[in-house]
């Protein structure tokens, strides 16, 4: 079983980065899809980013498309994810969770751990 643990959440300006890191024990995450959920308050859940075990296939939510970026770190056993010209519509609780062998789907129900989550809060 794999326990997931996300940080870098913060305080930033609106046009400005941040970088999360989705970090795992008790498994290698180079066996597992890793997705970026997030959620804003009276909001649901939605995706963002996610990429599939093997690397091969990488999604994105269109409102982050082209200003936010997925990887692997399998040295470190992370998967960061980089956040760039960040917006106040940005604001949210990020979510990292891992699923086995998996496509990287958009679809949370196919995740089967999950994070406890990070703030990243985007100010105007």
């Known amino acids: 079983q794999v326990q997931l643990v996300e940080s870098g959440g913060g305080l930033v300006q609106a046009g400005g980065s941040l970088r999360l890191s989705c970090a795992a024990s008790?498994?290698?995450?180079?066996?597992?899809?890793v997705g970026w959920f997030r959620q804003a308050p009276g909001k649901e859940r939605e995706f963002v980013a996610a990429?599939?075990?093997?690397?091969?296939?990488?999604n994105y939510a269109d409102s982050v498309k082209s200003r936010f970026t997925i990887s692997r770190d399998n040295a470190k056993n992370t998967v960061p994810l980089q956040m760039n010209s960040l917006k106040v519509e940005d604001t949210a609780v990020y979510f990292c969770?891992?699923?086995?062998?998996?496509?990287?789907?958009?679809?949370?129900?196919?995740?089967?751990?999950w994070g406890q989550g990070t703030q990243v809060t985007v100010s105007s």
């Open positions: 969770a891992g699923q086995r062998y998996g496509s990287g789907s958009y679809n949370p129900r196919n995740y089967g751990y």
């Open positions: 008790g498994r290698t995450l180079s066996s597992y899809a």
């Open positions: 990429m599939s075990w093997n690397g091969a296939d990488v």
